[in-house]
């Protein structure tokens, strides 16, 4: 198994719903280890950054606008097989596909639909990068050249 570092942003809606608790023991749980975090409210220029490649969408605008609306938990998470990992434990990114058990379908509730036609896009509580060069650019993004608290191990990482 390959230890990866992968990039995992709790938005705005989970933020303010206070489910950043929540979210991070599930990642915990699993073996996962946080090696850097921050509390931060992305400006214009760097959500823009973050969503590029959704730039010239529809859906661009609505979805930076709400980045920029609140806080965000940015963290920088370690383990075996780290991005197919949290991209499992996530859940699909539309929260009604996603299934019972993961992050979305346990947190994203009915009233979502309400909320994408107020704010122009769908809240889905958390951004999980998709791919080791997606991981790279946007923990560099996030936490520049940070190499996060490498100096630490889990009292219980022979167990992962």
Request: glycine share 8%; net charge negative.
């Amino acid at each position: 198994m390959t230890t990866e570092t992968t990039f995992v942003m709790i938005k705005p809606d989970g933020v303010k719903r206070a489910l950043t608790g929540q979210i991070i023991d599930r990642f915990e749980r699993c073996g996962l280890t946080v090696r850097d975090m921050k509390m931060a409210r992305a400006s214009q220029t760097l959500a823009e950054e973050h969503y590029a490649e959704h730039k010239g969408k529809s859906f661009f605008e609505p979805l930076v606008n709400f980045l920029t609306s609140g806080p965000v938990i940015a963290m920088a998470l370690e383990g075996a097989e780290a991005i197919g990992v949290v991209r499992k434990m996530v859940g699909a990114t539309q929260p009604k596909e996603a299934a019972p058990g993961t992050i979305r379908g346990d947190f994203c509730h009915m009233g979502y639909d309400r909320a994408a036609e107020v704010i122009g896009t769908m809240p889905n509580l958390i951004h999980a990068s998709d791919s080791p060069e997606s991981a790279a650019r946007e923990l560099a993004l996030w936490f520049g050249d940070s190499e996060g608290f490498k100096d630490y191990s889990r009292c219980d990482a022979e167990l992962f």
